[in-house]
């Protein structure tokens, strides 16, 4: 495979811009791209005829204006390119019309009473800065989808306005340190985890086809406890996936750079190199779509769920995100002179205090039914929100607050922007995975996102909080009459007034929970009540400044989510009914009558029969228990249809209907630990997690 030359074969990217369009289109496009301004017709219509030719000559039929509804997974209505002609003939068509704007019906996309508002009809709008590319012999337009009245019906749309919000905060923080910066990006690295296992085995199991995870499901004698499986040789039939899978995302542009084995069984990591926020957003969505396809190809299902097996480690996604200058400055390293450690410490600062202010929506903005699995599990952070910053810089901002020397030696000049830096070696416990957001080096990594979720969410809400502070920075920077005293004063104050918010220790310790507490840090526990915050007042204010969200767009996300949680909710409940009912109770009856005929004979022979009888007992008396569960879970499911309020229905799904589920589950473990193996209606967690 020769790889340079597959790379981004599938994408209509600069490089083949340049050679299908002519010299004045390729500089106009790129000159609107630059400037954000929307594409004028006529350059449009050029656009597209070349992007037609370009799809058709590698086998394309089709286009799509392809978006990331509130579902969280990426949409796509298909369009052939014919047009009729004459004497029953096509020929192959795109305008610009078709290209710049799409008009699917939005009405049976999640809206959370927007559509109720405006018409039923939504719009696509092309994001030019991502690239079309080919997927399945399809044109795919990358595009922001919005109602009629313009209100953001996707995860795209709000991520672009925060795009800007922090472009425009930090170049007035730039500005000041007298930087020929003209535009600021925020990146994004998704590390993506994620299991495979045998299709056959997943195509019995209606939990793992309905919910996406084990609802049931016994522990097997092996699990993680040996850690032989983090970072091991990766299985031949694994492998040839993972070949097959790099090959597809770098024929898309997607830098696939790393992959390993995960922690637990049969799980597995992809990282790609990282890039624009925008663009990652939309190559994270790519990857996750492309694992699953090709996994039907090789006999395997990917699943995406954060928690999908109990007992082992769930999936997560570590969202690594830093900001940078078109000059090639990464906002957040610290550099090597005092005027860049100046900076570094300012937009360090701007993030310590932003990820105080705004916990709670980095909460909210990760919460969904599977996460809640993880966070607080022991395998994920806690859903209380810290930062770390590794011993050696916390010691640094410590010594820089306090006017102190740092380490004994060195002098911590208090001048900011003066003296350099004491040198600070990336701390080695950056390996500590305990904590929700780590400074490492020269990003933060975010570690509270689920496997499955889009990217767009949680880093809206960071572009946004943090252009926020920059912004408070800015007003007090430049009404200043002399900026390093004033940069100095405002470095220590938001240093010292945001210490609660780090943390270096063990984020999965019970103390931690208690000193939290004490320090004022917010712990959210669950879905339901992480949610409603994102409509708090300061929340609702600091969107509607930053032109990211508006009030109604907000009220309709809490409706979505919150309404998105109780479906979760309910479709697992009437899962594992299903499943206890038709296929756990029959096969224990089975297997009971298998043991008391036995017994029966067994005792005509004179034989033993303190096996057979004993087990009759036990798995009748746990039948009993399992029916008796089953039948409760059936009434509070049942009652969950009176319940109106969306808030109040979630409450009630976590609170009660959850924890009905738990019991049931435990019952029918127990039964599944008892029964013999070729009675049991489905693969177990054995056969499942380490036959592939
Ligand atoms: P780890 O040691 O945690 O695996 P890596 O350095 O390998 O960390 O990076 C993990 C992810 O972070 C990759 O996707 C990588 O491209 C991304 N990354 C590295 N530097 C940056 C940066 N400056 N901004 C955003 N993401 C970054
Ligand atoms: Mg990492």
């Not at 190559?283 to 954060?306: P, S, V």
């Not at 040198?423 to 995975?433: E, K």
């Amino acid at each position: 495979m020769n790889v340079p030359e597959i790379f981004g074969s599938d994408v209509f990217n600069e490089s083949v811009m340049k050679e299908r369009l002519p010299k004045e289109t390729y500089k106009a496009l790129k000159k609107t791209i630059a400037d954000g301004k929307p594409l004028d017709i006529e350059l449009a219509n050029v656009v597209a005829n070349a992007m037609k030719d370009w799809a058709c000559e590698k086998g394309c039929t089709h286009y799509t204006h392809w978006f990331q509804p509130m579902t969280g997974l990426t949409a796509e209505k298909l369009d052939s390119f014919i047009s009729p002609t004459d004497k029953g003939h096509v020929i192959m068509e795109f305008s610009g019309k078709e290209l710049v704007k799409g008009e699917p019906d939005a009405s049976s996309f999640p809206s959370g009473g927007l559509r109720a508002t405006f018409e039923a009809r939504g719009y696509t709008a092309w994001d030019p800065t991502s690239y079309a590319f080919i997927k399945a012999d399809t044109l795919c337009i990358p595009t922001a989808f919005c109602s009629y009245g313009g209100e953001a019906l996707d995860k795209k749309t709000p991520l672009l306005r925060s795009m800007e919000a922090i472009n425009k905060s930090a170049l007035r923080i730039l500005k000041l340190f007298g930087s020929d910066a003209t535009r600021v990006v925020s990146n994004v690295g998704p590390e993506q985890e994620y299991f495979l296992i045998d299709r056959e085995m997943y195509s019995k199991r209606k939990d793992l086809i309905f919910t996406g995870r084990t609802l049931y499901g016994a522990p097997a004698p092996k699990g993680q406890e040996l850690e032989d499986h983090y970072f091991g040789t990766i299985k031949t039939r694994v492998a040839a996936y993972m070949k097959d899978l790099d090959e597809q995302l770098w024929r898309l542009g997607i830098y696939a750079k790393t992959k390993h084995n995960e922690v637990a069984p049969s799980q597995h990591e992809l990282a790609p190199i990282f890039c624009t926020t925008n663009i990652a957003t939309d190559h994270n969505q790519l990857t996750m779509e492309i694992m699953k396809r090709t996994a039907r190809k090789h006999g395997f299902k990917c699943l995406l769920h954060e928690k999908p097996f109990a007992g082992v480690n769930g999936s997560g996604k570590h969202n690594n995100w830093s900001i940078s200058t078109n000059k090639g400055v990464n906002l957040l390293d610290p550099g090597k002179t005092p005027a860049e450690n100046a900076q570094f410490l300012t937009f360090l600062a701007a993030v310590i205090k932003a990820v105080n202010d705004y916990q709670d929506l980095l909460r909210m903005s990760v919460a969904s039914a599977g996460n809640d699995h993880r966070l607080g599990a022991n395998e994920a952070p806690p859903a209380i929100i810290s930062i770390f910053l590794g011993d050696e810089l916390t010691e640094i901002l410590k010594a820089i607050v306090e006017g102190e020397t740092y380490k004994g030696n060195k002098k911590v000049d208090m001048e900011i922007g003066v003296d350099v830096l004491p040198n600070f070696p990336r701390d080695t416990t950056d390996r500590n995975r305990t904590s929700p957001f780590a400074f490492t080096g020269n990003k933060f990594e975010f570690r509270m996102p689920g496997s499955k979720l889009s990217v767009a969410g949680p880093n809206t809400v960071i572009n946004t909080m943090v252009a926020e502070v920059l912004d408070q920075f800015a007003d007090e920077l430049e009404k200043a009459e002399n900026f390093q005293d004033a940069l100095d004063d405002l470095i220590k104050k938001t240093i010292a007034e945001n210490t609660n918010i780090i943390f270096n220790g063990n984020g999965y310790s019970e103390e931690w929970k208690v000193e939290a507490e004490k320090r004022g840090l917010l712990n959210l526990r669950s879905t339901p009540e992480a949610i409603p915050h994102f409509a708090d007042k300061k929340n609702v204010d600091l969107f509607v400044k930053h032109g990211v969200y508006t009030e109604s767009e907000i009220v309709a996300r809490v409706e979505i989510f919150l309404d998105e949680y109780c479906k979760t909710i309910n479709i697992e409940a009437l899962t594992m009914i299903d499943m206890a009912k038709k296929d756990i109770l029959p096969a224990v009856a089975t297997y009971i009558k298998e043991l008391a005929k036995t017994a029966e004979l067994a005792a005509s022979c004179g034989g033993d029969t303190f096996f057979e009888t004993d087990l009759v007992k036990r798995l009748s008396a746990l039948s009993s228990t399992t029916y008796k569960r089953l039948t409760e879970l059936e009434d509070v499911t049942a009652k969950a249809q009176n319940i109106e309020d969306v808030q109040e229905l979630a409450n009630y799904y976590h609170d009660v209907i959850f924890a009905k589920m738990g019991e049931l589950r435990e019952s029918a473990d127990e039964i599944e630990s008892l029964v013999g193996e070729k009675y049991w209606p489905y693969p177990t967690y054995g056969k499942m997690l380490f036959y592939v």
